[in-house]
């Protein structure tokens, strides 16, 4: 089992940049894919990042690609979202998630999430 803990939300301006950091406890860290997700007050959840274990592979929605980047630090135990050119519509709880496969392998771990608002 992994727990999961995730920091860096807060306000910034549209335009602005922000990093959220996700850090991983308990069983080995490098044993999960890990993935960012993300929800707005009245939306569903959406899917915005993925890495694979050695973060080889990298998964980005359209709504992100190119502003947005996942990566991760094993011997941290670690996964970071950078995100660059920060849009109102970018505002959200993030969440980031773990599961011990690749492809259709669901998400088995979550955090709790950190608040994310870009203001106009």
């Known amino acids: 089992q992994v727990q999961l803990v995730e920091s860096g939300g807060g306000l910034v301006q549209a335009g602005g940049s922000l990093r959220l950091s996700c850090a991983a406890s308990?069983?080995?860290?490098?044993?999960?894919?890990m993935g960012w997700f993300r929800q707005a007050p009245g939306k569903e959840r959406e899917f915005v990042a993925a890495?694979?274990?050695?973060?080889?592979?990298?998964y980005y929605a359209d709504s992100v690609k190119g502003r947005f980047t996942i990566s991760r630090d094993n011997a941290k135990n670690t996964v970071y979202l950078q995100m660059n050119s920060l849009k109102p519509e970018d505002t959200a709880v993030y969440c980031c998630?773990?599961?011990?496969?690749?492809?259709?392998?669901?998400?088995?771990?979550w955090g709790q999430g950190t608040q994310v608002t870009v203001s106009s």
């Open positions: 890495i694979s274990w050695g973060g080889g592979s990298l």
């Open positions: 308990g069983r080995t860290f490098s044993s999960y894919a």
């Open positions: 998630a773990a599961r011990e496969g690749w492809g259709a392998t669901p998400y088995g771990y």
